[in-house]
Nanobody, 119 residues
Framework: VQLVESGGGLVQPGGSLRLSCAAS????????MGWFRQGPGKDREFVAG????????YYGDSVKDRFTISRDNAKNTVFLQMNNLRLEDTGVYYC?????????????WGQGTQVTVSS
């Protein structure tokens, strides 16, 4: 099973990025999926989660109203649209599945994609 993230990069404060997570080796179309991140010197933090159907979404307090998680089950892919990025959003972003709980990640992780917010 592989989860491969992409879309990270360097962006100025207030900018946007869209992360993708492509799964292979098994389908996650009947599982929730999540995004976590780890900033420099910080613990891993829950960012966003989405139900298997996409009908329910969940966000960490620090990203509510700025980030949007979505999925395309036909492509076994999950997305994270990040708007109005802040310096404190800097970190490595990891895709996770199967995901069902903000504090208990699932068994599979991607390798991570670096997001750097800097002026």
């Amino acid at each position: 099973v592989q989860l491969v993230e992409s879309g990270g990069g360097l962006v100025q404060p207030g900018g946007s990025l869209r992360l993708s997570c492509a799964a292979s080796g098994r389908t996650f179309s009947r599982d929730g999926m999540g995004w976590f991140r780890q900033g420099p010197g910080k613990d891993r933090e829950f960012v966003a989660g989405i139900s298997w159907s996409g009908g329910s979404t969940y966000y960490g307090d620090s990203v509510k109203d700025r980030f949007t998680i979505s999925r395309d089950n036909a492509k076994n892919t999950v997305f994270l649209q990040m708007n109005n990025l802040r310096l404190e959003d800097t970190g490595v972003y990891y895709c996770n599945g199967p995901w069902y709980d903000k504090t208990v990640p699932g068994a599979y992780w991607g390798q991570g994609t670096q997001v750097t917010v800097s002026s």
